[in-house]
Antibody
Framework: QLQLQESGPGLVKPSETLSLTCTVSGGSISSSSYYWGWIRQPPGKGLEWIGSIYYSGSTYYNPSLKSRVTISVDTSKNQFSLKLSSVTAADTAVYYC???????????????????WGRGTLVTVSS | SSELTQDPAVSVALGQTVRITCQGDSLRSYYASWYQQKPGQAPVLVIYGKNNRPSGIPDRFSGSSSGNTASLTITGAQAEDEADYYCNSRDSSGNHLVWVFGGGTKLTVL
């Protein structure tokens, strides 16, 4: 069964770069049916999509974070990574990695949805 | 980019039916997917597409859509359904591979 696991520092200083890695186990990250994404959740608040990546390296970012976000993929390690630069206390959150699965129906409608999630990792921005 | 709006909190009596709604312009173009999140846990997909449930999700969960509003209905709510629920869809304002979440609805089962 495919699993996702986030890893990285739990504490980052203000103005520095937050770096996280998501390791995919039990399946290949190089499948054409999936995108891979990062979502975050500040304490006590809702979910915010950060960005997504295809195994080929194509990326899509939340416009509100685009200037600070870089998502990359390493197919040889079955991992994808998140870098968020110039962090502030507002970036303190639980960061989740997730799989976006391709879906289509008989009417020709197609879409993607987040079908599998990692457990999440808390990143605190503090000096 | 698009926004999705949810009521912050909804309550339902045990065994009764509850509808959680999500409004946004993107829902005129895309179906919403719905996620259940219990305290301290990662979100879990409960509805996707027109009205599809992943394996293991009880059939008391169903989804529907009309105009700019998507709904998640729980028919015969159980105590274990108490959780936060989030809707999600793609952005329809030109960034077709950008996703947005609603602010979430806290469901209380009385």
């Amino acid at each position: 069964q495919l699993q996702l696991q986030e890893s990285g520092p739990g504490l980052v200083k203000p103005s520095e770069t937050l770096s996280l890695t998501c390791t995919v186990s039990g399946g290949s990250i190089s499948s054409s049916s999936y995108y891979w994404g990062w979502i975050r959740q500040p304490p006590g608040k809702g979910l915010e999509w950060i960005g997504s990546i295809y195994y080929s390296g194509s990326t899509y970012y939340n416009p509100s974070l685009k200037s600070r976000v870089t998502i990359s993929v390493d197919t040889s390690k079955n991992q994808f990574s998140l870098k968020l630069s110039s962090v502030t206390a507002a970036d303190t959150a639980v960061y989740y990695c997730a799989r976006l699965r391709y879906y289509y129906d008989s009417s020709g409608y197609y879409d993607w949805y987040f079908d599998l999630w990692g457990r999440g990792t808390l990143v605190t921005v503090s000096s | 980019s698009s926004e999705l709006t949810q009521d912050p909190a909804v309550s339902v009596a045990l065994g009764q039916t509850v509808r959680i709604t999500c409004q946004g312009d993107s829902l005129r173009s895309y179906y919403a997917s719905w996620y259940q999140q219990k305290p301290g846990q990662a979100p879990v997909l409960v509805i996707y597409g027109k009205n599809n449930r992943p394996s293991g999700i009880p059939d008391r969960f169903s989804g529907s859509s009309s105009g700019n509003t998507a709904s998640l209905t729980i028919t015969g709510a159980q105590a274990e359904d108490e959780a936060d629920y989030y809707c999600n869809s793609r952005d329809s304002s030109g960034n077709h591979l950008v996703w947005v979440f609603g602010g979430g609805t806290k469901l209380t089962v009385l």
